[in-house]
């Protein structure tokens, strides 16, 4: 009677390859975390900028603060980078990342 299934140690060799590419592909996931992390942070900065320009069109140059574009719709939640930076508007209406 021939019985079909993998034996002991072709399971092995299967958990071998799987965590040899485990230990490849982890390491440069964690190198580049800051760097994903960054980008993020930017595209979040540009995306605020982008509001408080249509804030401004639509509101006679008025410079935005985040509560009021939070409150009228122009975003949807406070806008924070990685790490709990929070992202500021200058009074002439630069948004940036606010410093520790």
């Known amino acids: 009677m021939k019985k079909n299934g993998f034996t002991l140690i072709e399971m092995l060799v299967v958990m071998l390859v799987i965590t040899v590419l485990l230990l490849i592909t982890i390491p440069n996931v964690l190198k580049h975390n800051s760097a994903i992390h960054s980008k993020g942070c930017d595209a979040l900065v540009k995306t605020v900028q982008a ?50």
């Open 51 to 100: 509001q408080v320009q249509v804030y401004k069109i639509e509101n006679q140059d008025r410079t935005p603060t985040i509560d009021q574009l939070k409150t009228e719709g122009y975003l949807k939640e406070d806008p924070t980078c990685a790490g709990g930076k929070s992202i500021v508007i200058s009074t002439d209406g630069e948004v940036q990342v606010a410093q520790p």
